[in-house]
């Protein structure tokens, strides 16, 4: 596009991309927040007494980490959603992310809010398939956007492990 074709293109146009990606920030980080609220709440009255795996990182590691993963997430569904828009391709994007968004939520209110390793184990079971579901979706569409799920998929599946190992050392 020249920039002429741009300044005669309407301000709200222009300014699509850059409000996409913000609402789509907005709407990842707000789950974040709703299952960090969730993990703050059951730390030090339940998860700071239970025998954890040798390989638990300090508590210190889990908010930096996840920031820049719902960053990224955030990012991915992003490149999808210029490239996609409203298309059919777009919709099943938008409802794979949607659907692992909601299950990310959910595992830190059923481990963390229930105190259950057992539901967080059924919960992040389901949320690693959703990932994977949206990163093979990412992929086709968009391929920086299925690798930016990479790391994401990484950092669950060791938290799976972590989950499984709490619930095993905790009967």
Known sequence: MSSVEAET??????????LGLVAWILLTLTIGMI????????IPD???????PSLTPPDSVFGPVWTVLYLMMAVAIWLVWLRQGDSRAGRSAATAYMVQLFLNGLWSVVFFGSQSPAGGMLVILLLWFAIL???????????VSGVLLIPYLAWVSFAAVLNYQVWVLNP
């Open 9 to 18: 293109k309407p301000k709200a146009d222009r300014l699509r991309p850059v």
């Open 35 to 42: 299952g960090g609220r969730a993990t703050a709440a059951g």
């Open 133 to 143: 579901w949206t990163l093979v979706v990412f992929w086709k569409q968009r391929l």
């Open 46 to 52: 339940w998860y700071d007494k239970l025998n954890r």
